[in-house]
């Protein structure tokens, strides 16, 4: 008689150690690439801001900050009466979020080291909360949420960006697809969160209004990534993009190199000629009230 299988389960912890690893190990190449973010994200971070009421004076929580790209957008837009706390996993891609606020002369941000699943800070203390294109990673997206909106003062706002659909986001899910078999990795996981986790019609509205929001609303934006070539986008998603790197860490450098060369020839597609390269990604943007 055989004894059944137990079927793989996700590993929560085992997973941040490995995220906090890789953007880590990610952290110089994401700061390196903060043009081409702001090129990309900056419309919709201004749209997330201006949905969120962010204005002079606020304070604002930046969750899952990375290099701080929009931190320095919320820091400018708060003026020297508000403040930013930028917090994300990875100490290594915190530090260029702190320099780059230091170079900028930009006295109202400061950065800390910190679980957005575990904030460690008291209640009621900011104004909004905002995560760009980070709730998708975190494994627990509900505790994430209902720690955002125990910080929040009352009528105080979150706001979140995270990618919609797969089929709306090829420059990204095509070299997922492409990596997952390469990796032989087989379907996420229950509970495993991942890129697209909150993108399907209703998802993120319906994880805000769960953790406890009230006038939940979201809007769908186009953001094509934009660059001169698609050996320029497979540079930029070969060198910064940490979800990749996790999914080939089981790799040999064979492996992972097979692997970059048939996503390689897989963004051509998304070459424009002499208009140069643009991968079609589509942002939600959606915001609730405590």
């Known amino acids: 008689m055989t004894t059944p299988t137990q079927p793989p389960t996700f590993d929560a912890k085992h997973y941040k150690r490995t995220t906090r690893d890789q953007w880590d190990a990610a952290a110089e190449a994401w700061h390196r690439w903060a043009p081409t973010l702001r090129s990309w994200l900056g419309p919709a971070t201004e749209r997330m801001l201006d949905l969120a009421g962010v204005e002079s004076g606020a304070r604002v929580l930046d969750v899952a900050a990375g290099a701080g790209d929009q931190t320095l957008q919320i820091a400018?837009?708060?003026?020297?009466?508000?403040?930013?706390?930028?917090?994300?996993?990875?100490?290594?891609?915190?530090?260029?979020?702190?320099a780059e606020a230091k170079r900028a002369g930009l006295t109202n941000v400061t950065t800390r080291e910190m679980d957005g699943e575990r904030l460690d800070l008291e209640e009621a203390t900011f104004d909004v909360v905002v995560s760009r294109v980070g709730l998708i990673y975190f494994p627990d997206?509900?505790?994430?949420?209902?720690e955002m909106r125990r910080?929040?003062?009352?009528?105080?706002r979150v706001a979140a960006i995270v990618y919609s659909t797969p089929d709306r986001n090829g420059f990204f899910s095509v070299p997922v697809s492409i990596v997952r078999r390469h990796a032989k990795l087989g379907p996420p996981l229950p509970g495993q969160p991942?890129?697209?986790?909150?993108?399907?019609?209703?998802?993120?509205e319906d994880a805000f209004t769960r953790a406890g929001f009230r006038d939940?609303?979201?809007?769908r934006l186009a953001a094509p990534l934009?660059?001169?070539?698609?050996?320029?986008?497979?540079?930029?998603?070969k060198e910064s993009f940490g979800a990749l790197h996790q999914m080939l860490s089981s790799l040999d450098p064979a492996g992972r190199e097979?692997?970059?060369?048939?996503?390689?020839?897989?963004?051509?597609?998304?070459?424009?000629?002499?208009?140069?390269?643009?991968?079609?990604c589509e942002l939600v943007v959606a915001v609730g009230t405590k």
């Open 258 to 280: 097979a692997a970059w060369t048939e996503v390689a020839v897989a963004l051509r597609e998304f070459a424009r000629g002499d208009d140069g390269f643009a991968g079609p």
């Open 194 to 204: 991942g890129p697209f986790s909150l993108g399907a019609a209703g998802v993120l």
């Open 141 to 146: 997206q509900q505790q994430a949420l209902r």
């Open 226 to 237: 934009r660059a001169t070539s698609a050996e320029e986008c497979l540079s930029f998603e």
């Open 216 to 219: 939940v609303r979201s809007e």
């Open 151 to 156: 910080v929040l003062v009352p009528g105080g």
């Open 76 to 98: 400018t837009r708060v003026g020297p009466g508000g403040s930013v706390l930028a917090t994300d996993i990875s100490p290594e891609i915190l530090a260029f979020a702190a």
